[in-house]
């Protein structure tokens, strides 16, 4: 509330730019991506940024306040934005992918479906973790680094779901796959530091933007995958690129943030001078 600015441009970077730009990209290499691959990547970029953006902010020395801001904003806001921005951005681009003589399935989001799931793996998480820390310390950091642990392992067991009938076609296209959430996660990284270096956001924001805009939920990306209830196996039974793209986003971008971590905490001589 009291410096709303880097707040304002990390919400902007992530919510409307991201989603926007990652259409763009889609349709601007239309001959080298298939339609549930272009799908996949407008529903990571639709997701709000993850949690580990917390972590990686702090190894990066960015401003750890203004990156729990921005998750605690995005993750209550996605009730909402993750599927307005799927539906809208995604409709986009099947509307464009039937010019092509393309047959997709229409995209409709349950909403009440999403905001079910939505709640169920975000929202209560979230409101016990708070409710803990503040009435019950002790318990809460006993269960700190077990918690951790065991959302690691969730997620890990959601990306094994994801690849396990996939695994071959995974295989066969790894170096296409790699690519392309390559490129997408590059776009995401120059959203956030591009922008917030166009508006001169101190430099400790900016290594902060750049990560929140970088590090996406995929694995809310997956369990709305995997609900039967939002995408009908009946219907998107050949959403094997969507699955793909999410759950590889997920592991990639662990990668690249820590790496970009590694170099920023390396390169602190704007940090000192400011």
């Known amino acids: 509330i009291k ?27 239309k001959n080298w991506l298939t339609p549930m691959i272009s799908l996949g990547m407008i529903l990571v970029a639709s997701c709000p940024g993850g949690n580990i953006s917390n972590f990686i902010t702090s190894l990066s020395k960015g401003n750890a306040e203004l ?29 464009f ?8 399935p229409e995209l409709q989001i349950p909403l009440s479906d999403v905001f079910v799931t939505i709640v169920i793996l975000l ?3 979230l409101i016990l973790g708070v409710l803990c820390s503040q009435y019950l310390p002790k ?21 094994l779901i994801a690849f396990g009938g996939n695994f071959g076609v ?6 296409y796959i790699f690519l392309v959430v390559l490129v997408h996660n590059l776009l995401a ?3 956030g530091f591009g922008t917030s270096t166009l508006l001169k956001t101190p430099y400790k924001d900016r290594r902060t933007i750049t990560i929140e805009t970088g ?3 995929s694995g809310l990306g997956l369990a709305l995958l995997l609900n039967p209830n939002i995408f009908d196996p009946a219907v998107w039974s050949n959403n094997g690129g969507m699955l793909i793209i999410t759950a590889w986003w997920g592991v990639w971008h662990i990668v690249s943030g820590l790496s970009l971590a590694g170099i920023w905490r390396l390169n602190g001589r704007k940090e000192v001078t400011e």
């Open 139 to 159: 318990l809460s950091a006993k269960l700190k680094k077990p918690m951790q642990y065991l959302s690691i392992v969730f997620f890990i067991a959601m990306v």
């Open 97 to 104: 992918a039937d010019k092509r003589d393309m047959v997709l």
């Open 215 to 217: 590090i996406q939920n």
């Open 170 to 175: 995974f295989i066969k296209c790894i170096k």
């Open 67 to 95: 990156s729990v801001s921005l998750t605690a904003f995005n993750t209550a806001a996605c009730v909402f934005t993750t599927p307005l921005n799927f539906a809208f951005w995604g409709n986009m681009y099947i509307r």
């Open 189 to 191: 990284l120059g959203i």
């Open 123 to 125: 929202g209560i998480p």
């Open 3 to 29: 410096n709303p600015r880097s707040v304002i441009i990390g919400i902007i970077c992530q919510l409307i730019l991201l989603p926007a730009l990652t259409f763009l990209l889609t349709i601007t290499f």
